[in-house]
């Protein structure tokens, strides 16, 4: 665990040095040492379960009342969920290792041979709300790529942060490998990670994860790189040619399989040319589910349930709850530029059975994941087979989509000659 600091600026000073000390002999360790970790780490988390409920159990108490369902949904673990991050540890350790890989090599006319070899990106700060089974799911990805991470969840899940860490701690420590590896910031002030976001002399990467406020609040205050993630303001198109059975368990469970999470549909789009009863049919399943139903004036001519939306601009929101806007067009292209006007570059989805719609969907929409035919709630590490994630990148530099352990790794070039010398 972290040292004893006696102030904020002190605590600061020793996280971002741990790290940076941390990553140094972490880069070097052996691809079978990273993964014995992590498979140590699935071992002492379904040993340790009882422990994990109970913290658990106490962030859960003291947030009654105070957080809305689905907040409340993210902060739960229970047994499927703890299972959950200990095959993610396991199959992250199984993964083939993103380091010392060869991304590409030639030998110049020089006569030296030249390499692109992928390497850890060093010291990252991650940032995230809610859910405590990320600090696993980070923890774990951050190191099978060689970084040290410095964890700062929110003060919800502490207990449950602090147990979870603990776990992490004793697997690197019965390894033999530096406990820094994985530090959690146990203390809950803002200044705290405003100093943080200062030290670029020692960090490489900061991953902020969460809603828009805190994403924004990190940009504008860091002076280490940023990998934003901001909401997820998903769509679904359904075509006039989309199969109708498909179209209405797609909208299932893209809007009520889980809400309050970043690949939730929050907008469903309708071409108007759909026939009267299959779109009631759509709609019919959502709110026989609990879903709210939200749209402009010409929505609202198409079914009475949907409620006024206001100005067309509110179509940008993420409720994160069993709400959903509604929006009508004329067409693909009209879906698209809806999209393109409304969306936060997460997932979108289109219903089509035209294959010229499918094309023109995933050609014009600007997003890190488009599905056709399938549900936005794919948009996931674990469904991607990348064992977990860090979160779902809306940047377009470095890493997009879903973050796995090579979205983690950056890399170098490696130079071999034989005295050759530039004339």
């Not at 140590?40 to 379960?49: G, S």
């Amino acid at each position: 665990m972290t040292q004893n600091y006696s102030n904020l600026e002190e605590y600061s000073e020793i996280l971002a040095k741990n790290a940076k000390n941390a990553s140094k002999t972490i880069r070097t360790l052996s691809a079978e040492k990273r993964s014995a970790v992590l498979n140590l780490v699935a071992k002492l988390l379904r040993e340790q379960k009882p422990a994990i409920l109970a913290a658990n159990k106490l962030d859960l108490e003291a947030a009654a009342g105070k957080l809305d369902d689905s907040k409340m949904d993210r902060l739960t673990l229970n047994d499927a969920r703890i299972e959950a991050m200990a095959k993610g540890a396991e199959e992250i350790a199984a993964f083939a290792d993103p380091l010392n890989r060869v991304l590409e090599s030639r030998e110049l006319k020089n006569g030296i041979k030249i390499s692109r070899v992928a390497v850890p990106i060093g010291a990252v700060f991650f940032i995230f709300e809610s859910r405590p089974n990320v600090t696993i799911d980070g923890a774990c990805l951050c190191f099978k790529a060689g970084n040290a991470v410095i964890l700062r969840g929110g003060k919800e899940s502490l207990n449950s942060a602090k147990c979870l860490a603990g776990i992490f701690h004793a697997a690197l420590e019965q390894n033999g490998v530096n406990k820094d590896a994985v530090q959690l910031v146990t203390e809950t002030s803002h200044d705290l990670v405003g100093m943080l976001l200062q030290r670029n002399d020692c960090l490489d990467l900061v991953i902020p994860r969460g809603g828009e406020r805190l994403i924004r609040a990190v940009v504008e205050q860091s002076k280490i790189p940023v990998i934003k993630h901001f909401n997820g303001i998903c769509h679904v198109y359904i075509d006039k040619s989309a199969d109708i059975e498909k179209a209405t368990n797609i909208l299932i469970n893209a809007k009520t399989q889980r809400t309050g999470v970043c690949n939730a549909m929050e907008c469903v789009i309708f071409d108007r040319h759909l026939a009267a009863n299959d779109v009631k049919k759509m709609l019919d399943a959502l709110v026989e589910r609990g879903v709210e139903l939200y749209g402009n004036k010409d929505a609202q001519s198409h079914d009475s349930r949907i409620k006024d939306i206001g100005d067309d601009s509110n179509y940008h929101h993420e409720y994160l709850a069993l709400k959903a806007s509604v929006k009508f067009v004329d067409n693909v292209a009209e879906a698209c530029d809806h999209i393109e006007a409304n969306s936060s570059r997460h997932t979108e989805a289109v219903v089509a059975e035209d294959t010229s719609v499918q094309d023109y969907f995933v050609a014009n929409v600007d997003s890190s994941s488009v599905m056709v035919n399938a549900s936005t709630r794919f948009a996931d590490g674990g469904e991607y087979g990348l064992g977990a994630e860090v979160g779902i990148s809306t940047d377009k530099l470095h890493a997009r989509g879903p973050m796995g352990v090579e979205s983690l790794c950056s890399y170098k070039w490696i130079l071999r000659g034989n005295g050759q010398v530039r004339g």
